[in-house]
Nanobody, 115 residues
Framework: QVQLAESGGGLVEAGGSLRLACKTSGSLFSISFMAWYRQAPGKQRELVAT???????NYVDSVKGRFTISRDNAQNTAYLQMNSLKPEDTAVYYC?????????WGTGILVTVSS
């Protein structure tokens, strides 16, 4: 059973930085598709960033140039480096891992950006 655990969230002032980590269990991490989603209060969950097994990345327009997704296959961990944070980045951030069409989700971690 694949399990995911997010860490690194918290409260930060606007303009600050946070680094989220998503530690996963199980094998096959190196060939997994990984993604970060977020859900702000009263809004739908949105895709923030993705990274494929070969390291190709993609971002939602609102975070381009500020957020960086990466992965460490030796540590079975994906990261989301978030810089120049804005109050509108406040949300619960979720990690997703996909293998052979099966999605596994983390429980989410809260990021709060104060103005």
């Amino acid at each position: 059973q694949v399990q995911l655990a997010e860490s690194g969230g918290g409260l930060v002032e606007a303009g600050g930085s946070l680094r989220l980590a998503c530690k996963t269990s199980g094998s096959l991490f190196s060939i997994s598709f990984m993604a970060w989603y977020r859900q702000a209060p009263g809004k739908q969950r949105e895709l923030v960033a993705t990274i494929t097994s070969d390291g190709s990345t993609n971002y939602v327009d609102s975070v381009k140039g500020r957020f960086t997704i990466s992965r460490d296959n030796a540590q079975n961990t994906a990261y989301l480096q978030m810089n120049s944070l804005k109050p509108e980045d406040t949300a619960v951030y979720y990690c997703l891992r996909r293998n052979y069409g099966i999605d596994y989700w983390g429980t989410g971690i809260l990021v709060t950006v104060s103005s």
